[in-house]
Each structure stands twice: as structure tokens, then as C-alpha cells.
């Protein structure tokens, strides 16, 4: 099963129909025990269970139930994508030793199975106070609160620099696999992941990273979406250069002519590195609107990162 996906708005729903919660800054998980097994699954289905052995201990609570939830390392009480991303492509022995140092929490907000009984097509506010009644709260893992003010919501979560705030209709269904208006989420600022098709170093030197060249797909290479500049300083930067130097390419990825203002000194990469980033959204020509480089998502692949029209959609 692949997990239902909230339909963008710009606006939070409100009435009595609709309860409101935080939109975390995390990876979608779905987390599946069945005779006190553990199989954890990201949103394209790719199993994660080794990634995160600090969850480990969901095995024990039901013999058999099926959550969906946001996994999320937090860092002064904030998420952090950053610290997450750590996590993506690493061996049983690498999340072993960062589940010590950073642990990750599960976010908890659905229940679709329980004692082998399907829940997808019973009302949310069912769904969810059956989960309640769960009393899933541990070290680990618990249920966020909700809440009836969705615009509320929305302030507070800007004041305190989370990412935004997701409505669910409380008499929808689960729709597996499919993006529904019965949730919406709505984002302080967009995020969304692009492909890597070149760099160009820090200004006034050869070996800083100052830039990532940045596209989405589309036919004949990549849609050239600008260029990445803030948050690639320190160590963040120099990690990225390290993946990046492997992956030189003879010529540009891009399906189109790249800017020569953003062309001038860049080096050119394979088309494989996927980055989240997070942006205004997209100027009239194209180009993301003041991006920020968040971090790398080794757990997609080229194939997964949705085309430019397919972000602006919510895909």
C-alpha cells in the first residue's frame, strides 16, 4: 500500500468539518506489524525498516496493525531535514550509530489496519480516535495533538518556524495511493526535490561548493529550474562537493541553453544526485524563487522526482 497525499491549498480550511495539524518537516512512513514483524516503507514503497532501528520496538505493541506517520529528527524542539537525511542511503551499522547520536520520531497520525481489520474506508474521525485509544505515546514514537482552528494553527506554526499545517476532513476516507481534498496541506514554504545537474564553486576559489545547478524532469534531459546557492556553507557544503565530484559529466544534463550568467565556471555532473530544496515557488520564467538548500535525498531515485508542472501541482 502507498500512502494517501494531501492536496496543496493556499488557504487552511475552516469550519467544523475540518481538524488541523502540524505539518512536519520529516520522511512519510508506513509502518506495518504483522506477527510482531516490523516492515517500514517510504511514500514510492521503498522498505527503510534498517534505516531507522530506534522504531524497532513498534513490533511489540499490536501483533498486527498497519500506522501511517512522519518520521522526524528534531533539533531544539524544531525538525530538521538535515539531521534526516543522514539517515537516506546508509547501511544497518551507520543508523545504528545515529540512532544513538540523533534518533528520529515517529509522528503518528493514521491508523489503517488493526487486528487484520482493513480501517482505509472508515471516516477519519473514527480512524483516528481508534488510534487514540492506542495509547501508542513512547520514547520514540507518539500522536501529535490536533487542533479545531486551522488558521490558528497556521500562525502559530509560522511563529514558530514549523513548515505549515495539514486539514483533514472529518468524515473522509483513506484513499490509498492517491492524492485526496480531504487533506490539505499548506506550507509557510514550498519544498520540493530537484535533480542535480551541475556546480559552480564559491566565488574567488576552486575547491568550495557556492552553488548547486538545479532541474527537473523533462523531455530530451532536465528543465533548468536555477540555481541553489543558501545553505550549501560549512560542512553541509563540503559533503555535497564530496558526492558531487564523483558524478563529473563531459557536458550539461539541462534540455535547454543554461544562462550564461549561471553557466559561467560550472561543472557539469550525471544526473543522479536528488536535492530537497525549498522555495517561493516558481518565477514566470521558470526558476525557483529564492531557494535554500535543505539536503540530499538519497532515498529517491531520478525516476521519482516529479516534473516542474507536477511540484506546482502537489505531486
Given amino acids: ?150 488558521p490558528a494553527l497556521f500562525a502559530a506554526t509560522k511563529e514558530q518556524g514549523l513548515e505549515g499545517v495539514v486539514s483533514k476532513r472529518l468524515t473522509g476516507r483513506y484513499a490509498a495511493g492517491r492524492r485526496s481534498p480531504d487533506w490539505v496541506k499548506v506550507a509557510h514554504r514550498e519544498s520540493r526535490s530537484v535533480i542535480v545537474g551541475g556546480w559552480r564553486p564559491e566565488t574567488g576559489t576552486a575547491g568550495r561548493l557556492g552553488a548547486l545547478l538545479v532541474g527537473a524532469p523533462a523531455p530530451g534531459g532536465l528543465q533548468y529550474l536555477g540555481r541553489v546557492g543558501s545553505g550549501l556553507a560549512g560542512r553541509v557544503g563540503e559533503r555535497v562537493l564530496a558526492d558531487l565530484l564523483d558524478l563529473a559529466g563531459a557536458g550539461s544534463p539541462f534540455a535547454e541553453a543554461v544562462p550564461a550568467v549561471d553557466a559561467a565556471g560550472a561543472n557539469w555532473v550525471h544526473p543522479v544526485l536528488i536535492a530537497e530544496v525549498r522555495s517561493l515557488g516558481l518565477t514566470g520564467d521558470g526558476r525557483l524563487r529564492q531557494p535554500s538548500f535543505v539536503g ?20
Avoid: N
Fill in 296 to 315: 540530499l535525498r538519497h532515498d529517491l531515485t531520478p525516476g521519482e522526482v516529479p516534473t516542474a508542472q507536477e511540484a506546482d501541482d502537489g505531486a
Fill in 1 to 150: 500500500m502507498q500512502p494517501m497525499l494531501a492536496t496543496p491549498g493556499s488557504v487552511v480550511p475552516s469550519g467544523p468539518q475540518w481538524i488541523h495539524e502540524v505539518k512536519w518537516d520529516g520522511m512519510r512512513v508506513l509502518a506495518d506489524v504483522v506477527e510482531g514483524h516490523l516492515t517500514l516503507r517510504s511514500r514510492t514503497g521503498r522498505e527503510v525498516t534498517h534505516a531507522f532501528p530506534e522504531l524497532a520496538g513498534l513490533a511489540d505493541l499490536f501483533p498486527d496493525m498497519l500506522l501511517d506517520g512522519e518520521v522526524v529528527v528534531l533539533r531544539d524542539g524544531r525538525p530538521s531535514f538535515a539531521a534526516l537525511a543522514e539517515r537516506f542511503g546508509i547501511k544497518a551499522a551507520a543508523a545504528r550509530t545515529l540512532a544513538a547520536t540523533a534518533p528520529v520520531t515517529f509522528f503518528v497520525f493514521d491508523l489503517l489496519r488493526l487486528y487484520g481489520v482493513d480501517l482505509t474506508d472508515r471516516e477519519f474521525v473514527e480512524r483516528r480516535a481508534t488510534l487514540e485509544r492506542l495509547d501508542l505515546d513512547g520514547s520514540r514514537w507518539l500522536v501529535p495533538a490536533t487542533f479545531t482552528d486551522g
